[in-house]
């Protein structure tokens, strides 16, 4: 069965720093979007990309925030500099046809 | 706009018992509706989904749920509740038309399955 993976699974960075988290889609889909989960809380959406350029984003996703699929086949979030308060679990999530998006494990971010 | 409430952050039933976790929706335009599951530090996995035709949907591992639109209500049940059951369960809105929509949670409920 397809499905969509995120590497690292958990990165752990120190406060300032620039990190960029990972997806492989799946590869017939065409809509992509990064969602959090900050420890206890519920998922909340970041944003939505679709035809190479973004077609949604929430208040969450400031100028710190940069998605792009440079090759393709990834789809990546950048955090520029990082805050203790972007400590999370990042979702990759990808559509085909908006009845289901399929969700990737996730990435436990840590920022310290 | 869409949102899901889930009534009750915590749920816990005994092991055999009956599984109900509530979901209300408000939605402009009609919805699509999912629930997920979410097991400690693992990913979402869709138990189930509503997107048109039959109101009541089956899913995985024995859930099963109900779109009622005059309530609505999209709660999650199963008949007797296993020890594997035990995970954080989330509800989650979509809006049925324009195109590609983002999924929008509720705040989760975390089952307790007492043996």
């Known amino acids: 069965e397809p499905e969509v993976t995120q590497t690292p699974s958990h990165q752990v960075t120190q406060m300032g720093q620039e990190v960029i988290l990972r997806c492989v889609p799946i590869s017939n889909h065409l809509y992509f979007y990064w969602y959090r989960q900050i420890l206890g809380q519920k998922v909340e959406f970041l944003v939505s990309f679709y035809n190479n350029e973004i077609s949604e984003k929430s208040e969450i996703f400031d100028d710190q925030f940069s998605v792009e699929r440079p090759d393709g086949s990834n789809f990546t979030l950048k955090i520029r500099s990082t805050k203790l308060e972007d400590s999370a679990m990042y979702f990759c999530?990808?559509?085909?046809?908006?009845?289901?998006?399929?969700f990737g494990q996730g990435t436990r971010l840590t920022v310290v | 706009a869409q949102s899901v409430t889930q009534l009750g952050s915590h749920v816990s039933v005994s092991e055999g018992a009956l599984v109900l976790l509530r979901c209300n929706y408000s939605s402009s335009v009609p919805p699509y509706l999912f629930w997920y599951v979410q097991y400690p530090n693992q990913g979402l996995q869709l138990l189930l989904k509503?997107?048109?035709?039959?109101?009541l949907v089956k899913g995985i591992n024995g859930f099963e749920a109900e779109f009622k639109k005059s309530e609505t209500s999209f709660h999650l049940t199963k008949p007797s509740a296993h020890m594997s059951d035990a995970a954080e369960y989330f509800c989650a809105v979509r809006r049925a038309s324009g195109g590609y929509q983002k999924v929008t949670f509720g705040t989760g409920t975390k089952l307790q399955v007492i043996p």
């Open positions: 999530a990808c559509d085909r046809d908006n009845t289901e998006a399929f």
């Open positions: 509503y997107t048109t035709g039959a109101t």
